[in-house]
């Protein structure tokens, strides 16, 4: 879903083969041109979208897998591990990860008020949805202001704000609602063991991640 041309201007502009914190505000891009595994460790609350590849993700006994047309939001701390099959310099893995800023995404509900209504329960802490249209432009202009940082501290707040809108209006949003809600009285709560598909998590085996 995301153009070739897309790919290779961002490639130019980001570290290869290493978990790169950008100057975007909580923004995360892991960049691969081997195949690697991971395990144990803690997806922090984001919002995940592949670029480029495809990558596994396991959740207990669940298996999903992610390419460039559906995106992972964790509006809490998830367990979980995972692999990247295939990675090739020609053809690499790439990945973003941007944290959920909660005060920001009720700032835009408090200013909409239509934005509150179809509010979709759900115990779930962790969900694969797909990727619009509207949703993969704002992902493309924010990471394209990597070619202009003198861009970044004025437009890559309000890029990032239109990113929570298109979440609350796309086909997803009653959910997201939810989630976020859920994760707004739990963000600042000490951490309790999670339970993950039977697998019991402690808190003291928790490493933090992005991506």
Same mark, same amino acid.
Not at 41 to 69: A, H, K, M, T, W
């Given at each position: 879903?995301?153009?070739?041309?897309? $790919?290779?201007?961002?490639?130019?502009?980001?570290?290869?083969?290493?978990?790169?914190?950008?100057? #975007?505000? +909580?923004? &995360?891009?892991?960049?691969?041109?081997?195949?690697?595994?991971?395990?144990? $460790? #803690?997806?922090?609350?984001?919002? @995940?979208?592949?670029?480029?590849?495809?990558?596994?993700?396991?959740?207990?006994? /669940? @298996?999903?897998?992610? =390419?460039? *047309?559906?995106?992972? !939001?964790?509006?809490?701390?998830?367990?979980?591990? +995972?692999?990247?099959?295939?990675?090739?310099?020609?053809?690499? &893995?790439?990945?973003?990860?941007?944290? #959920?800023?909660?005060? @920001?995404?009720?700032?835009? %509900?408090?200013?909409?008020?239509? %934005?509150?209504? =179809?509010? /979709? *329960? +759900?115990?779930?802490?962790?969900?694969?949805?797909?990727? =619009?249209?509207?949703?993969?432009?704002?992902?493309?202009?924010?990471?394209?202001?990597?070619?202009?940082?003198?861009?970044?501290? &004025?437009?890559?707040?309000?890029?990032? *704000?239109?990113?929570?809108?298109?979440? %609350?209006?796309?086909?997803?949003?009653?959910? !997201?609602?939810?989630?976020?809600?859920?994760?707004?009285?739990?963000?600042?709560?000490?951490?309790?063991?999670?339970? @993950?598909?039977?697998?019991?998590?402690?808190?003291?085996?928790?490493?933090?991640? *992005?991506?």
């Amino acid at each position: 879903m995301f153009s070739t041309e897309m $790919i290779e201007r961002l490639l130019k502009v980001i570290p290869h083969n290493e978990l790169y914190s950008s100057s #975007i505000k +909580g923004l &995360f891009l892991r960049h691969s041109d081997q195949p690697f595994c991971y395990e144990g $460790i #803690i997806q922090e609350p984001s919002i @995940c979208i592949v670029l480029s590849g495809e990558r596994e993700v396991q959740l207990g006994e /669940q @298996c999903y897998r992610f =390419d460039n *047309q559906h995106f992972m !939001f964790c509006p809490v701390n998830v367990p979980m591990r +995972g692999e990247i099959k295939y990675a090739v310099p020609q053809k690499p &893995f790439l990945v973003m990860s941007m944290k #959920i800023h909660i005060e @920001c995404v009720s700032k835009i %509900l408090l200013a909409n008020p239509n %934005l509150a209504d =179809d509010v /979709q *329960q +759900g115990d779930e802490g962790f969900a694969q949805w797909h990727l =619009d249209e509207s949703l993969k432009n704002a992902v493309e202009r924010l990471l394209l202001l990597h070619e202009n940082p003198k861009d970044i501290g &004025f437009l890559a707040p309000l890029i990032q *704000q239109e990113i929570y809108y298109r979440l %609350l209006t796309g086909e997803q949003g009653g959910k !997201f609602k939810a989630m976020v809600s859920n994760g707004s009285h739990t963000k600042k709560s000490p951490k309790p063991p999670i339970i @993950c598909n039977n697998i019991l998590v402690k808190p003291s085996l928790w490493k933090p991640w *992005q991506i």
